[in-house]
């Protein structure tokens, strides 16, 4: 489970320390990408291509992309900076006649350009940027800020216009409109002052359509190789239309050494989770989580991760079930290698990895069957300054 960040405003504030012009500005500067090869194979199909939609001809559905990003984040001038960054998407294969293409509205994304300010009590960033937040995900077309009083509380002020996706494992999908062109307004205060917890209020105010809010709290202990931590989220909506909704999750967690494992648990409302989702999510664990924001769903998981050395193995089990919906159980499993620092003259890494999803469905309906999924990684990314 993530803990929420605001990821624009972070790269700016951890740029080198404050140029004295603009020529040093742009040499001391981040910058960084990534390249993917990407594949991956579905046993079912649907016009969606989404993959849990019963077919009776049982087609399967695959496709392999490349994927290519770039970034850059110049060093803070007087308080003052700017970012950009670019992805680019391309088709290597495809099973099935747009298999790739049906879902693909964009091949090259200016993802990030935006300008910011950054001192020691307060920071801004205006344009298109990364957000992570509890229930905000993905690049965002926003205007935010981040007021910081005293050391251990943060508080971020947003409003998000437009919202994309940019990933080197799916489709790009371009800046589209959220809350029509009313957008959404953000408040979240973070509160790290205490060792080990974290306070994460939220707010969130879409005009006209409705509201949500609540909070998370996150503890975390290490006692030499181990570590204990718990969380607990819970989030209400007050919707202008259509009944109200609401969403918790309950978590504990424990490592040792290279093992580390988590025991949670996840419940919507009856109603469902309203608009909580509609500008994104960090809660779903799940690669595929096909029934888990559903009316009524409550999901038990647990997961493993076990790392050595370069290798990395994790396995995610979880049983969700709601009234009148079919009990869905959906294992992912996932191991992955990764080469560091081929170069010497900056920082990079290349990864491999296999990913396994199988989906098991006690009653098939016209939208949920069993199915498995099988996807391959290689990532290498770049950074330097």
């Not at 090259?108 to 298109?128: K, M, P, Q, W």
Request: hydrophobic fraction near 35%; charged fraction near 20%.
């Amino acid at each position: 489970m993530r803990i929420g960040k605001i990821v624009g405003l972070a790269a700016l504030t951890s740029a080198p320390l404050f140029a004295e012009s603009f020529a040093e500005a742009i040499r001391n500067g981040d910058w960084g990408g990534d390249a993917y090869i990407y594949n991956r194979y579905a046993d079912c199909y649907n016009k969606n291509g989404a993959c849990n939609y019963y077919n009776p001809n049982d087609d399967g559905s695959g496709y392999g992309q490349g994927s290519f990003n770039l970034y850059y984040s110049s060093a803070p001038l007087n308080g003052f900076g700017f970012s950009v960054g670019e992805r680019f998407n391309y088709l290597i294969w495809q099973r099935s006649k747009r298999d790739f293409s049906r879902n693909q509205n964009a091949e090259l994304l200016l993802h990030t350009a935006n300008v910011g300010y950054t001192s020691e009590h307060f920071d801004a960033i205006v344009g298109r940027q990364q957000i992570a937040l509890e229930w905000v995900s993905d690049y965002h077309q926003a205007a935010a800020g981040i007021v910081k009083p005293m050391s251990g509380l943060a508080l971020f002020l947003g409003y998000t216009q437009k919202k994309a996706v940019a990933d080197g494992d799916d489709w790009l999908v371009k800046f589209a409109e959220v809350n029509e062109d009313k957008g959404v307004y953000v408040a979240d205060l973070k509160f790290t002052g205490l060792e080990g917890l974290t306070l994460n209020p939220f707010y969130y105010n879409a005009p006209n359509l409705a509201s949500w809010y609540g909070g998370r709290i996150d503890y975390d202990a290490k006692f030499d190789d181990a570590s204990f931590g718990a969380s607990a989220l819970y989030t209400a909506s007050d919707e202008e239309e259509g009944g109200d909704g609401a969403f918790s999750l309950g978590e504990l967690r424990a490592g040792f050494g290279g093992l580390n494992v988590r025991l949670g648990y996840a419940k919507a409302d009856k109603d469902g989770t309203g608009s909580i989702t509609s500008i994104g999510d960090c809660a779903d664990p799940f690669w595929n989580g096909d029934i888990f924001y559903k009316p009524d769903v409550r999901t038990l998981y647990a997961r493993g991760v076990y790392i050595y050395d370069a290798w990395r193995f994790s396995a995610l089990f979880g049983d969700g079930e709601g009234d009148g919906l079919p009990k869905v159980q959906e294992l992912n499993l996932n191991v992955g290698y990764t080469f560091k620092d081929a170069f010497d003259n900056f920082s990079d890494s290349l990864r491999l990895s296999l990913v396994f999803v199988n989906v098991s469905v006690d009653n098939h309906t016209s939208s949920l069957r069993d199915h498995s999924k099988y996807a391959s990684y290689i990532v290498y990314n770049f950074s330097g300054e």
